[in-house]
């Protein structure tokens, strides 16, 4: 059936992509060089979605400034759910603005209008509710799911077990009914999840559909996910600059010299400026109003908006959070290493670094792989960093 | 100012088209509303208050017919009460007028009128003219011919817009008082502002001064002063109906302020080249090398007039910023090597277009510096820079402003060097500045500072050449929207009188950015306020280390010595929100002000 509403969940941090969401969440981290949840808006309006309601938490005026008050031409009601008490509590939030069967969709995955649509086609109103599902390897590491035939049988968050092979995409169908069961679920730890409400509905014997869906579904749950995930929307050239060349993705309004060199895949937002004799990509993702200077080397990495990289200077397998600068000559080699997030400890990720808000990176310093930089941190002239640097410190020499 | 919508088109949609632009133009402050629809009959309802009162007073009635006029009225002359609002209608309530402007002659027209045996029911300038067009229709005329008749016998500055009883067609006409044409399908518009409509249609026509429009069932004529047929060209307006809508901020003005990132990337946007090291402004090509630059402005545009001036003196070009409205009539000597650069975030200051007027009488060429693109500043004047800000609803200008700021750095790059930034030194900072604005908007404390200070008896703002327009338009902003009493200084200027009023319970906010000889003297003038006991909150980039001075510190990031009163003036566009959001003012609305002042 066809839906006009959909509640989008963009309250959450995302606390395990610390630095990157010290001031916004996770929505609006960058899927190549624009933000997660334009990709997810996007599909809903292209799937006909016109009445868009956004559950705004952590950093709100963020998420509120980046979409305003339409999303192309459509209109955006903001729900504020001040305590992030889980995704049923977030749901809960939009209770009062919806009379009839809805979407339900995170905010911080990277979905297809053809996702949406498969979804809302199979949902029908006897339906307690209608999830997108995702075939993947990897599903192990989010919400798992088991269906039988089209009815979902079983939906479990992270399960410690390689068998499942179907993951929920994040994209549900749901009667109004299910707030009243959102709020007869129990909580765990004092949080209220929508899963949990869904999977008291498949054990109370209703009819909970699960439909396959195909087509790129993409997120990231640690920072260096990112490079990931631009990776696969260039891949697919899922991006919205036209195509200069096969692969090349340019915006009219950045500029590129003559003697630079773009390296396919890659995509330059708007404002850009790319020096004589820079190499830029592959894989990469420059955000607007960026600079790569003159002879600078930018290899699979995504810069966010604002930053800039300086003449000479090398980045390679780096996530920059908005308005980082990279000195002159300083280099981000690049390469794998272990990464430290809180206790536990990443072997052989590929990562040169992850630097957050406005961190510096001075000229001629030098940032080992793995290197976490915090927000206005700040790696001087000359200087070595490695590890973790927090925020607003500094290494020196 | 006033606000005007009118509507011709579906007898049935008349009056919602007529309540919702009203309710568009709310922001542009008001303290009456009313309206009128027409076709055989007329119905006019106009109530002193909010537009709820007016709502109110049209719920129980089915008002319908294909057309329309209504307006929010701001008090110029005569308090605001039911009487005094619009429309203003003849003795038989045959004919409607809505009016923004001043009509200056109407004391000798209303005695001749009265002495014709006219009862007036208001004490308003516009009642005026329903009774004129009145006599006139009573000697003969045709609706149409009676409109201009009575327009003709006006001095001063209008927009009309006209309805009769028993015609199916709105007249309107203006002079000297913006008024644009919205052309939808089987319907039209007229309004003084474009968000009125723009619910509607985004295709509008921009009326020049006395020309008069025809509105009726089959489309939109437009006239000059003689009658003669007007080609007038029909421009898309980009803006968004919407982007009028809060989108979840408890107010427009904390909206725009978190809104400056964007808005200032999109002013550089095109306009500082990196890789050519040069400042390029399209609309600036055909400028010469002018003698002399003189600005003209009011209100925050005149503090953005006040920083031009002095980049554009430190470059070795003459400049200096004049109050439109004392320029208008003490104007300084000027000729036609002078460039007189108008700022006028709507293009529509009345004030500010006298000024423009009068110096391009005189041989200047003239400037605009303005958001609104289509505006009378902008089409009146020799040359035009957008400083591409997109809509502001608060009445408090933020955006717009720092925006401005940037605007004039370009013109100043642009006058001085030919744009030419080889070392990239501006480049790079203007570059710079969105994300800066976003660390000031990430890290501020303003909403804890101003907490300390609720009690005070009154607010001062320090500042030194560059940060002095940003002490000024600190303290505007806080008056204008806490209602609590604050004043801009110049630092060097305390101790030549304004250091009596300070004393333990008026706090100083000094604005200290970079460390050359300006900051290092502010520095002194705090020693001078803290001496006297005076709690002290310093704006600056830490170069002068003049935090160990103050008992807060409001941080900015460190940047060009030009840009950094840019992101001081961030952090005092904070702490005047948060002190008026804490004492529950009117922010978006505040007290006797409207966003444009189209009246002299």
């Keep these: 059936m066809r839906l006009d509403s959909a509640v989008v969940l963009a309250a959450g941090e995302g606390t395990r992509l610390r630095p990157l969401t010290k001031h916004r969440p996770k929505p609006l981290l960058p899927a190549a060089n624009r933000p997660i949840l334009s990709y997810v808006l996007d599909a809903l309006v292209d799937a006909g979605v016109d009445d868009l309601h956004l559950v705004v938490g952590y950093q709100r005026d963020r998420v509120q400034e980046y979409v305003g008050p339409t999303y192309r031409g459509r209109t955006v009601t903001y729900h504020v759910q001040e305590k992030q008490l889980g995704t049923g509590h977030a749901v809960l939030q939009a209770r009062d603005a919806i009379d009839a069967d809805f979407l339900v969709v995170n905010g911080d995955e990277v979905v297809t209008a053809g996702m949406v649509e498969a979804v809302m086609d199979a949902h029908s109103a006897t339906d307690a509710a209608t999830l997108g599902v995702v075939e993947s390897d990897r599903a ?64 109370g014997g209703n009819a909970v559909r699960g439909v396959r869906i195909e087509g790129l579904w993409s997120t990231a749950t640690y920072p260096w996910d990112l490079l990931t995930v631009a990776r696969d929307l260039l891949a697919i050239g899922h991006v919205d600059e036209p195509e200069r060349s096969r692969g090349v993705y340019v915006d009219e309004t950045a500029s590129v010299h003559d003697d630079a060199t773009l390296r396919a895949p890659v995509v330059v937002g708007p404002d850009a400026a790319i020096g004589p ?121 | 100012m006033c606000g005007i919508i009118g509507y011709v088109g579906d007898a049935d949609e008349t009056l919602s088209v007529l309540l919702d632009g009203l309710s568009n133009l709310e922001y542009r402050g008001y303290d009456s509303a009313g309206v009128a629809v027409g076709g055989d009959g007329l119905r006019v309802e106009k109530r002193a208050g909010q537009l709820d009162a007016l709502e109110a007073a049209l719920h129980d ?126 319907e039209s518009f007229v309004a003084s502002d474009v968000p009125a409509f723009l619910q509607r249609t985004r ?136 460039l007189v650069v108008g700022v006028t975030q709507s293009g529509e200051t009345a004030d500010t277009l006298s000024a423009l007027r009068e110096a391009g009488g005189r041989g200047a060429e003239t400037l605009a510096l303005t958001n609104v693109v289509g505006s009378t500043a902008a089409r009146e004047s020799d040359h035009v820079v957008y400083i591409r800000a997109g809509p502001e609803i608060g009445v408090a200008a933020t955006k717009t402003f720092s925006s401005q700021l940037v605007g004039v750095n370009l013109l100043t790059a642009r006058l001085a060097g030919r744009g030419v930034d080889r070392r990239r030194d501006l480049i790079d900072e203007l570059r710079g500045v969105p994300s800066d604005v976003q660390a000031v908007l990430d890290g501020s404390t303003a909403a804890a500072v101003v907490e300390e200070f609720v009690d005070a008896a009154a607010f001062f703002f320090l500042g030194r050449g560059l940060d002095y327009p940003v002490a000024l338009e600190g303290a505007l902003k806080f008056k204008e929207i806490t209602y609590e009493h604050a004043e801009g200084f110049a630092a060097g200027e305390l101790k030549h009188g304004p250091l009596a009023l300070v004393t333990s319970n008026t706090p100083v906010f000094a604005v200290i950015t970079g460390d050359g000889e300006a900051a290092r003297k502010t520095l002194g003038n705090v020693k001078e306020v803290e001496a006297r006991d005076a709690p002290v909150v310093v704006v600056t980039d830490g170069a002068a280390e003049a935090g160990r001075y103050a008992d807060h510190v409001l941080e900015i990031p460190r940047t060009d010595e030009r840009l950094a009163p840019l992101l001081a003036n961030v952090q005092l566009q904070l702490v005047a929100y948060h002190m008026a959001a804490r004492l529950e003012r009117a922010i978006d609305k505040p007290r006797n002000l409207a966003k444009s002042v189209t009246v002299e």
């Design chain 1, 140 to 203: 192990a590491e989010y919400g798992a799911v088991s269906l039988d035939g089209d009815r979902i049988v079983e939906l479990v968050e992270r399960p410690d077990d390689d068998s499942y092979r179907l993951l929920n995409a994040g994209i549900y169908a749901c009667g109004p009914s299910l707030f009243a069961d959102i709020e007869s679920t129990g909580r765990r730890a004092g949080e209220l999840y929508l899963t949990d409400a869904i999977a008291d509905q498949i054990r």
């Design chain 1, 277 to 397: 004799s820079a190499v830029v990509g592959p894989d990469t993702a420059l955000g607007r109003n960026t600079t790569v200077d003159a002879g600078a080397v930018v290899e699979a990495s995504v810069l966010d908006i604002d930053t800039r990289v300086g003449a000479n200077a090398t980045v390679v397998d780096a996530v920059t959070g908005q308005g980082v600068t990279v000195g002159p000559g300083a280099a981000i080699p690049g390469g794998e290493a272990d990464v430290r997030v809180g206790t536990t400890v990443h072997e052989g990720r590929r990562l040169g670094c992850i630097a957050a808000d406005r961190a510096t990176v001075e000229g001629a310093a030098t940032v080992a792989p793995g290197t976490l930089i915090g927000p206005d941190a700040r790696v001087a002239t000359g200087a070595y960093a490695d590890g973790v640097v927090p925020e607003s410190a500094e290494v020196r020499r």
């Design chain 2, 61 to 186: 009635a089915t008002v319908s017919g294909p057309v329309g006029i209504a307006h929010t009225r701001w008090s110029t002359h005569g308090p605001p009460t039911d009487d005094n609002a619009h429309p203003h209608t003849d003795e038989r309530g045959r004919v409607a007028v809505v009016h923004n402007g001043i009509i200056e002659n109407y004391r000798e027209l209303r005695d001749e009128l009265e002495r014709a045996g006219v009862t007036f029911a208001s004490e308003t300038d516009t009642e005026v003219v329903p009774h004129l067009i009145a006599r006139e229709l009573r000697g003969g005329l045709a609706p149409e011919a009676a409109v201009r008749a009575a327009a003709d016998r006006l001095d001063g500055s209008y927009a009309l817009a006209v309805v009769v009883a028993g015609t199916d067609a709105l007249f309107a006409v203006r002079h000297d008082s913006p008024l644009v044409l919205g052309v939808g399908e089987g």
């Design chain 2, 203 to 338: 295709d509008v026509v921009y009326l020049d001064d006395d020309e008069f429009v025809r509105l009726d069932a089959d489309g939109w004529t437009v006239t000059d002063a003689d009658g003669a047929a007007v080609e007038k060209e029909v421009r898309t307006v980009e803006w968004e109906a919407e982007q009028t809508g809060k989108s979840g901020y408890d107010h427009y003005m904390l909206k725009e302020i978190h809104e400056q990132p964007v808005s200032l990337r999109q002013c550089i946007s095109g306009r500082v080249d990196e890789l050519d090291g040069r400042i390029t402004v399209e609309e600036l090509d055909d400028v010469g090398a002018p003698e002399t630059v003189q600005f003209v402005a009011c209100g925050t545009s005149y503090h953005a007039a006040l920083y031009g001036a002095r980049l554009l003196r430190a470059a070795g070009i003459p400049a200096n910023a004049y109050y439109a409205h004392e320029y208008a009539t003490a104007p300084a000597p000027v000729s036609g090597a002078d």
